[in-house]
């Protein structure tokens, strides 16, 4: 069973850069892709990006963080990392890393939240303006 724990989340000023960090761990055979999805109290859980991490490098983003979110990983350390600039208040929320079923890849998933199964606790991103 996959297990994902995140790190990194605080406060910031607007314009400022957070760098959050999810830690895997007992990776089954066949997980190929993580994800970061982050959810605002009263919203629905919104896909940020996703990369995958077996046979490839492919990354996705959601259109609010492109080209201001860069999400990466880390084989030796076992982290997909999630390195946030240009923050704005409207990225307050609760962050989360979460990881499909086995043999779904990225390509197939991408950023639908229905399609991860397994989920870190999350970490809290404080933006103020």
């Known amino acids: 069973q996959v297990q994902l724990v995140e790190s990194g989340g605080g406060s910031v000023q607007a314009g400022g850069s957070l760098r959050l960090s999810c830690a895997v761990s007992?990776?089954?055979?066949?997980?190929?892709?993580v994800g970061w999805f982050r959810q605002v109290e009263g919203k629905e859980r919104e896909g940020v990006a996703a990369?995958?991490?077996?046979?490839?490098?492919?990354?996705y983003y959601g259109d609010s963080v492109k080209g201001r979110f860069t999400i990466s990983r880390d084989n030796v350390k076992n982290t997909v990392n999630l390195q946030m600039s240009a923050l704005k208040a409207e990225d307050t929320g609760i962050y989360y890393c979460?990881?499909?079923?086995?043999?779904?890849?990225?390509?197939?998933?991408?950023?639908?939240?229905?399609?991860?199964?397994?989920w870190g606790q999350g970490t809290q991103v404080t933006v103020s303006s």
């Open positions: 990369m995958t991490i077996a046979g490839g490098t492919r990354t």
């Open positions: 979460a990881a499909p079923r086995p043999g779904h890849s990225c390509t197939r998933v991408g950023l639908d939240v229905d399609e991860y199964i397994v």
């Open positions: 007992g990776v089954a055979a066949g997980t190929y892709c």
